[in-house]
């Protein structure tokens, strides 16, 4: 099992920015398989934002996103970041961290946080 908690969120105006962290716990020893960031507005479907690889740090990005955010890792704290520069009052939604075991950053993650409420005011 991997537990994730994540932390940063909150409410900022347009043109801001903000740093959301996920910590992963639990069975991470491994360096295999990616984490990610994931993005739920209110009634849309939930959306891919970013991720990177634990092994090598390969990064990808939803194309909304890049140029604004971007994501890194510690791997001694088993931690990912996702600083988001350039808020949008679309990119409102509740973010979730994701762990995925094995392989690359595409594809479905087995382990999810809670989530962490981000609200850009116009």
């Known amino acids: 099992q991997v537990q994730l908690v994540e932390s940063g969120g909150g409410l900022v105006q347009a043109g801001g920015s903000l740093r959301l962290s996920c910590a992963a716990s639990?069975?991470?020893?491994?360096?295999?398989?990616?984490m990610g960031w994931f993005r739920q507005a209110p009634g849309k479907e939930r959306e891919f934002v970013a991720a990177?690889?634990?092994?090598?740090?390969?990064?990808r990005y939803a194309d909304s996103v890049k140029g604004r955010f971007t994501i890194s890792r510690d791997s001694a704290r088993n931690t990912v970041y996702l600083q988001m520069n350039s808020l949008k009052p679309e990119d409102t939604a509740v973010y979730y961290c994701?762990?995925?075991?094995?392989?690359?950053?595409?594809?479905?993650?087995?382990?999810w946080g809670q989530g962490t409420q981000v609200t850009v005011s116009s």
């Open positions: 994701a762990f995925k075991t094995y392989g690359g950053s595409a594809g479905p993650y087995d382990y």
């Open positions: 990177i690889t634990r092994s090598v740090g390969s990064t």
């Open positions: 639990g069975r991470t020893f491994s360096r295999s398989g990616s």
